[in-house]
């Protein structure tokens, strides 16, 4: 029992003004050396979900962390995350506890003054590539210069396209930026409103199979990875919670293993996507990784770097800094290599 639990009962037990003071000094100490679990249990715990993470779609769809947390009395709420950017707001808001990005977007929410912490790896997906239209004499990065091409800022597609451009010795001041959301992005690509866009799955594979656009470039080590972030009060005040959140999505990551078809009919109903859709992005997403290794850890700060030199975060900001202020690697290290029993 909490002290603020404590003192609630002996409240309503009308007791409390018989309490030695030395008594009530003792329970605040005991209170504030709970190893940082001082606050409250929430009564509600607010998570996101995205078409780009699958795992959070088996979660909400099996109601597994709804059933583990009624016994603490713990509501869970559903937000959906159209992008990383939008994640992000919802992180830096406060109006969800735990986010989905690109590792490379948290990196730009940190160095930006977002306490939030990456704890987990829910994917290593290909889910980025640039993309034209079917008929576009377009076929190299080079080719953009000049060019209108689509990008969501502040997510992976968009430090995708940085990074392309960067290998290719040009810039984003070389082409024609057109801010959009990734499902915008698609629709402009399809009417030629643009001539090129950084695509995101499942729309990249919505685009590829149903109006035959072309995956033009692609770069699997340039996708920064699928991370879950906590925000960083949240994780401070409620460790315990945070570490069942990261179970659950254990249980959905060893569900999503051993259940492909319907992992594929998850995603295919959540983003009312065709089955064929589904099937494309899921075979270029990877579930066997979810802790940040060195290789992780190089891909952000790789990413970091074209972000500098980009103005997307400023020169000052140490970048290996950043990323080891980002990543907190405690709780996807208590998981251990035990599978998951199924329920």
Not at 14 to 37: D, F, Q, R, T, Y
Not at 199 to 206: Q, W
Not at 239 to 252: D, G, K, T
Not at 258 to 286: F, N, Y
């Amino acid at each position: 029992m909490t002290y603020a639990s404590l003192m609630r009962y002996f409240a309503a037990a009308k007791i409390w003004v018989a309490l030695p003071l030395a008594l009530i000094g003792l329970l605040a100490n005991c209170n504030s050396a709970g190893g940082g679990a001082t606050a409250e249990a929430p009564t509600t715990l607010r998570l996101d979900y995205a078409y780009y993470n699958p795992l959070s779609l088996v979660l909400k769809q099996q109601g597994w962390l709804e059933k583990d947390l009624a016994r603490q009395h713990v509501q869970v709420e559903w937000v959906l995350s159209q992008g990383s950017n939008k994640a992000l707001e919802f992180l830096n808001g406060k109006s969800i506890d735990f986010g989905s990005t690109a590792g490379a977007a948290a990196l730009i929410g940190r160095a930006n003054g977002n306490p939030l912490k990456a704890i987990y790896i829910y994917s290593k997906p290909e889910w980025t590539a640039l993309v034209t239209g079917a008929n576009s004499p377009i076929k190299t990065v080079a080719d953009l210069k000049g060019k209108r091409v689509a990008a969501t800022k502040g997510t992976d597609p968009y430090i995708f396209l940085l990074r392309a451009l960067d290998q290719a010795k040009l810039s984003e001041k070389d082409i024609e930026l057109i801010p959009l959301q990734h499902a915008d992005g698609r629709a402009a690509l399809a009417t030629g409103d643009v001539d090129a866009w950084a695509g995101l799955d499942p729309h990249m594979a919505k685009a590829e199979l149903e109006s035959g656009a072309k995956l033009f470039y692609r770069n699997p080590d340039f996708n920064s990875y699928g991370v879950l972030n906590v925000r960083e009060e949240f994780a401070r005040q409620h460790p315990a919670l945070v570490q069942e959140v990261l179970a659950a999505y254990e249980h959905a990551r060893a569900w999503a293993q051993q259940h492909p078809a319907e992992l594929q009919q998850a995603l295919a109903t959540e983003a009312k996507l065709s089955p064929a859709v589904a099937a494309r992005q899921l075979s270029r997403t990877d579930f066997s990784i979810v802790q940040f290794g060195p290789q992780q850890r190089a891909t952000i700060a790789a990413a970091g770097d074209v972000l500098k030199r980009s103005g997307t975060i400023e020169a000052s900001v140490d970048v290996q800094k950043t990323v080891n202020e980002l990543i907190d690697p405690q709780y996807a290290a208590k998981l251990g290599a035990a599978p998951v029993a199924l329920k």
